[in-house]
């Protein structure tokens, strides 16, 4: 994972130089109109963005991939068609990358161009699919689990479980988002295409550590409803009742002394002490006479 995220930084942050420098030979180190700047797709620094858009969803869909290969207990059958579907989204990136290269861009259509749309359609589609049908998976697990534990009383629904399946909820429609306002645009031809574009490289990187961070300031792992929460109920509650709460009970022992004890002992020499007095009362005065 930490290899992973230094990839993702790596590219995300070449990414930003490349469009930083794009838009330096635009606007100030200019030969031509920044326009014609723009529509060189075959420019290197074109071709570079798009490398780096497609290592970035290829790492990004891979820890999807590993992280449903987990939570499955590493059962390669659950994450065939992910695979399958993550091999295809690589193959038709590669693909992207390569016409780019060696588009002849004199007509003037950018990436809309006719040999462009079929490859980054296709890797669209296919990287939404596989992030909806491995989050679908996760959270499907995750979900079975807490519903399993919540028969047999253990957990209540501010469960650090259902902290963990906001989160992985959030970042995949974080994600799933992007690549649909990202396809709805580019089927449009609409510019706002590029800035989007621009966009997702980086969302790839944030959905990935959004768990990571969430975990280390402990929102995955506390329960949603506060500190003091219960974790533990009765059958009758776990069914919707009222909510335990915490309360204080102080307990006093006394011990008392067993039945077959008799008492009369301590009252008889209280009794044998005062005729004792009287007797030694009534012989000083029979001595004084």
């Known amino acids: 994972m930490l290899v992973a995220a230094l990839l993702m930084f790596l590219f995300a942050s070449l990414d930003v130089a490349f469009h930083l420098r794009h838009n330096l030979e635009a606007f100030v180190y200019f030969d031509v109109h920044p326009i014609e700047t723009f529509e060189q797709t075959s420019n290197w620094i074109n071709v570079m963005k798009m490398a780096c858009y497609v ?113 992985l909820i959030e970042s995949g429609l974080m994600y799933t988002l992007s690549i649909v306002i990202l396809f709805g645009l580019y089927m449009a031809s609409n510019n706002g295409q590029y800035g989007v574009s621009n966009a997702v490289v980086q969302i790839i990187g944030i959905t990935f550590n959004l768990i990571i961070t969430s975990v280390d300031r402990g929102d995955a792992t506390q329960p949603t409803s506060g500190a003091g929460r219960m974790s533990h109920l009765t059958p009758q509650e776990s069914q919707g009742g009222v909510p335990l709460h915490m309360i204080n009970i102080q307990t006093t022992v006394s011990r008392f002394p067993d039945s077959d004890i008799d008492i009369t002992p301590t009252k008889s020499h209280e009794t044998t002490d005062i005729e004792n007095l009287s007797s030694k009362r009534g012989w000083s005065a029979e001595s004084h006479l």
């Open 55 to 167: 290592a970035q969803t290829f790492i990004g869909d891979s820890i999807l991939l590993f992280r449903c290969w987990i939570v499955y207990s590493k059962r390669w059958l659950i994450v065939i068609v992910p695979i399958l579907l993550w091999l295809g989204t690589t193959v038709c990136g590669i693909m992207t990358v390569y016409i780019e290269a060696t588009l002849d861009t004199s007509s003037g259509k950018l990436l809309n161009a006719s040999t462009l749309v079929p490859f980054i359609t296709s890797m669209l589609c296919l990287t939404l699919a596989t992030n909806l049908l491995t989050t679908s998976l996760i959270v499907y697990r995750i979900w079975g689990i807490r519903k399993s534990l919540k028969h047999r009383s253990s957990v209540v629904p501010g469960s650090p479980l259902t902290s963990v399946l906001i989160v």
